[in-house]
T-cell receptor, first 112, second 113 residues
């Protein structure tokens, strides 16, 4: 089955509203990253957060490692936030390269 | 300036032909990767290289061959192209280790006709 599950699969907001995106994973992770994929397709790393809470700008990520879940909170959404948000985990055991396992993403649409 | 450069941005190829996707990274990372994103499928890991050595290969087909001429280069040669190979191919890099952050290039969108 899918090792990384994201919800909701899509979300429509009015500009200024907040968004809460969820990521659940089925195995232990040494790293968790949130990415933004623009409508044009390019991938940008937003936050690297294997545990605890991290903030950057209007983004807050909280990862509870023991419960194998992470959330991404977007405050005061803007139309430019529209795109796909991807969650990815890594299980690094040493002696190998890092290998991210991605979820299927949350498609966010922010209306003006 | 982009720190991970992929060329070309778009590529159209004929079934049965061979193409090489180029990737260079200028982040000083010691590991490089290829990922593939096909329509309606999650991004999936293909290969990882470190210091020009293959670390991990999750690609079943030998038609996909990474090539590393320098430690900051990792090209992807694809032979005997099929329409199912149509996808966006992303190059990425990181410092190997736990808690490391992986960075991605802008991708090469390949269409096989």
């Amino acid at each position: 089955g899918q090792q990384v599950q994201q919800s909701p699969s899509s979300l429509v907001l009015q500009e200024g509203e907040n968004a809460e995106l969820q990521c659940n994973f089925s195995s232990t992770a040494t790293q968790l990253q949130w990415f933004y994929q623009s409508p044009g397709g390019s991938l940008v790393s937003l936050l690297s957060n294997p545990s605890g809470t991290k903030h950057t700008g209007r983004l807050t990520s909280t990862t509870v490692t023991k419960e194998r879940r992470s959330s991404l909170h977007i405050s005061s959404s803007q139309t430019t936030d529209s795109g796909t948000y991807l969650c990815a985990i890594d299980r690094w055991y040493g002696g190998s390269g890092n290998k991210l396992i991605f979820g299927t993403g949350t498609l966010l649409s922010v209306k003006p | 300036d982009p720190k991970i450069i992929q060329k070309p941005k778009y590529l159209v190829a004929v079934t049965g032909s061979e193409k090489i996707l180029i990737c260079e990274q200028y982040l000083g990372h010691n590991a490089m990767y290829w990922y593939r994103q096909s329509a309606k499928k999650p991004l999936e890991f293909m290969f990882s290289y470190s210091y020009q050595k293959l670390m991990d290969n999750q690609t079943a087909s030998s038609r996909f061959q990474p090539q590393s001429s320098k430690k900051n280069h990792l090209d992807l040669q694809i032979t005997a192209l099929k329409p199912d190979d149509s996808a966006t191919y992303f190059c990425a890099s990181s410092q190997r280790g736990s808690n490391t952050e992986v960075f991605f290039g802008k991708g090469t969108r390949l269409t096989v006709v």
